[in-house]
């Protein structure tokens, strides 16, 4: 575990049964990790201490000048006040974004369009690293993932929409791709910065304008991407963006002026947006939870499966749609399995986000903690078997240990229900039918996992999943040019890649 800047130098992993055996050390032997804390410097993001909202291009209070905190969920202080808006500011921003559509935004050619989204491409490169610090700070994520996941696929995204702007005419042949007009996004806040990209890059490069709404728990990258907007002189009104609690995002995507809804988050969230617009002629694309199978073949390479596991659940704190929640192993090598998981696992580093050396931060708020304690202690109550790594957490913050249950059942909750938190659920099968049948056991459908050495197996496994992403030995890959989105619980559309400018556009024949 790395240590919390300023606490202590050092940190120690106790394994209580047993260490690895290359060590050479005996059972119950302290495993010494001395990692000299390597904090990244927090003074290249200037926090405001208020933020407004930004609407037609500027940054206005809310009306009834109400606000609210945002925490850093790794020391539990409050970083900044955001605003909090009201129905009366819903309506300003979406006819903000209405006028726009009409008046500038909407009326610019295809390559003007791109030189703003290359611009915007650019920006977030050249400060990437305040996102990733400003990032880290207020969603608990290390600053190794945010520096070298979020924010480069954010700017990429912005870059591969750019390329598209000027070129629709070959994304959809034959067809003429006129934009929808306004849309509403509602984003999460597992990754805030990254939720903003896939959703703003492809509306723009279609040329629709934006409302969106991010999660109450990360606002703060949002409001650095409306400074960024304004950098890169975006036509007032293209992008407005508004903060506020659940009852906003739901007023934005009623509202009568909006043509297209985005939305990720929770099923149970998505199906309530789907009953609110149900019946209007608003677009709508859900991307919901997830409980993704990860399948091992006992002819898997091993060392390179166990990475991919770790990966697939241990990520960004497991607070991932498409984590690879439940681990399938062949029954011939759950053993062999289950000892080195339990080796690497006792080497995650859990602590400062950010710290480079950080493997797993902060979970992103006291009431997502309080949801995985709870599904865990049902795991235990329920018969599965549970182990953890003895590992040192911060005093303060809210920190869960990387959790690995075997012995779990199909029934039991742990290996039905969306923990989004840092919890594996182990269980076994013997066929490739039981492991497809076992897999898609589940109300969701966004991803999978497929380890094993037979190319011809992965091709067959990958046809009967029934999940929107396969990985093939690899997990949690994104690409922008690569659509991303799920079946059945887990929502439908697509976002990235061609199939994401199609949940912009209205095709019309020539
Ligand atoms: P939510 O679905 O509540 O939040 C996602 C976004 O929707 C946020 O911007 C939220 O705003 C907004 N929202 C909340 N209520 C409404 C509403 N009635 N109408 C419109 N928008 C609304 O997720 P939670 O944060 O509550 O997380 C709960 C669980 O959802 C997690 O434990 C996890 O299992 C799952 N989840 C899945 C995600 C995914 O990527 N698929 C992402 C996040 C969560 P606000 O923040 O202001 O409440």
């Given at each position: 575990m790395a240590a919390m800047a300023g606490r202590s130098s050092t940190s120690v992993i106790t394994r209580p049964d047993r260490a690895p055996n290359s060590w050479g050390l005996g059972d119950g032997q302290a495993i010494p990790w001395d990692y000299a804390p390597a904090p990244e410097a927090r003074d290249i993001v200037t926090l405001k201490e208020r933020y407004g909202l930004f609407i037609n291009g500027r940054f206005v209070p809310a009306t009834g000048g109400d606000t609210f905190a945002s925490i850093?969920?790794?020391?539990?202080?409050?970083?900044a006040r955001v605003a909090r808006a009201t129905g009366a500011d819903v309506d300003k921003a979406v006819h903000a974004a209405r006028r726009a559509q009409r008046q500038s935004w909407g009326q610019l050619s295809g390559r003007e369009r791109a030189k703003y989204l290359f611009r915007i491409s650019r920006l977030l490169q050249e400060r990437s690293r305040e996102f990733a610090v400003l990032e880290s700070m207020d969603s608990g994520k290390p600053i190794k993932e945010s520096r070298d996941v979020d924010v480069p696929l954010a700017a990429s995204h912005f870059w591969y929409y750019a390329g598209w702007a000027d070129k629709l005419d070959y994304a959809f042949p034959g067809r003429i791709a006129r934009p929808l007009g306004v849309a509403a996004q509602i984003i999460p806040w597992n990754f805030p910065l990254l939720m903003l990209a896939w959703k703003i890059a492809p509306a723009l490069a279609a040329g629709n304008t934006v409302v969106l709404k991010p999660a109450s728990t990360t606002p703060l990258s949002a409001m650095l991407f409306a400074e960024v907007c304004v950098q890169a002189d975006?036509?007032?009104?293209?992008v407005n963006i508004i903060t506020g609690p659940g009852e906003i995002g739901m007023a934005l995507a009623t509202?009568?002026?909006?043509d297209k809804v985005a939305f990720t988050g929770s099923t149970e969230i998505g199906k309530k947006i789907g009953r609110g617009v149900a019946g209007t002629d608003k677009a709508l694309t859900l991307e919901l939870g997830g409980k993704a199978a990860n399948i091992v073949f006992d002819d898997a390479p091993l060392d390179q499966a166990i990475e991919g596991i770790v990966n697939g659940i241990y990520f960004n704190q497991g607070e991932v749609?498409?984590?690879?929640?439940r681990l399938l192993v062949q029954e011939s090598i759950v053993e062999t399995v289950i000892d080195k998981l339990k080796d690497r696992i006792s080497t995650i580093r859990v602590g400062?986000?950010?710290?480079?050396?950080?493997?797993v931060g902060a979970i992103n708020s006291k009431a997502q903690l309080e949801k995985i304690t709870e599904l865990v202690a049902s795991g235990v109550a329920e018969g599965a078997d549970l182990y953890q790594p003895a590992c040192d957490l911060p005093d303060r913050g809210y920190f869960f240990r990387p959790t690995l249950f075997t012995?779990?059942?199909?029934?039991?909750r742990i290996a039905r229900?969306?923990?989004?938190?840092p919890v594996l659920s182990v269980l076994t099968f013997r066929t490739p039918e039981e492991a497809v049948e076992k897999a898609n056991n589940t109300a969701y459908g966004l991803s999978a996992g497929v380890w094993t050495d037979k190319g011809s197996r992965i091709l067959a496994m990958a046809s009967r999943l029934k999940a929107g992403v396969v990985w093939a030995n690899t997990f949690n890959r994104f690409d922008p040019t690569s659509p991303f989105g799920g079946y059945k619980e887990s929502g439908f559309g697509r976002e990235g890649g061609m199939h994401g400018l199609h949940a912009y556009v209205r095709l019309e024949d020539r």
């Open positions: 850093d969920p790794a020391t539990e202080q409050p970083l975006l036509p007032p009104g293209t509202h009568k002026n909006v749609c498409c984590a690879g929640s400062d986000p950010l710290d480079k050396n950080t493997d012995n779990v059942a199909q029934s039991h229900e969306e923990i989004f938190g």
